[in-house]
Nanobody
Framework: QVQLVESGGGLVQPGGSLTLSCAAS????????IDWYRQAPGKERELVAG???????MYADSVKGRFRISRDNAKNTVYLQMNSLKPEDTAVYYC??????????WGQGTQVTVSS
């Protein structure tokens, strides 16, 4: 049982950077894998990056080399560092906590807009 709150979104110019945070409350945070998804109007929600309880990471091809996911279990927080942002990165970004076959938990989302 966890609750997730995303923060750090905003307006940034192409080529700029933002860092998103996903703060969790509840039990057993360190056992959860955390994923970042994004959804733009008219598009399906897509997986952007993920980090497992053991610290292994994965990235969508579209963001590999530009985004970095990390976690600080002592702070119950997962971060998404986004560099070299492009207009096509514009979306609402959501974090999701997963643990095996349990129903996942979702945050409320934070808006990222990349525009000049």
């Amino acid at each position: 049982q966890v609750q997730l709150v995303e923060s750090g979104g905003g307006l940034v110019q192409p080529g700029g950077s933002l860092t998103l945070s996903c703060a969790a409350s509840g039990n057993s945070f360190s056992f959860y894998g955390i994923d970042w998804y994004r959804q733009a109007p008219g598009k399906e929600r897509e997986l952007v990056a993920g980090i497992n309880s053991g610290g292994s990471t994965m990235y969508a091809d579209s963001v590999k080399g530009r985004f970095r996911i990390s976690r600080d279990n002592a702070k119950n927080t997962v971060y998404l560092q986004m560099n070299s942002l492009k207009p096509e990165d514009t979306a609402v970004y959501y974090c999701k906590a997963r643990w095996g076959l349990r129903n996942p938990y979702w945050g409320q989302g934070t808006q990222v807009t990349v525009s000049s």
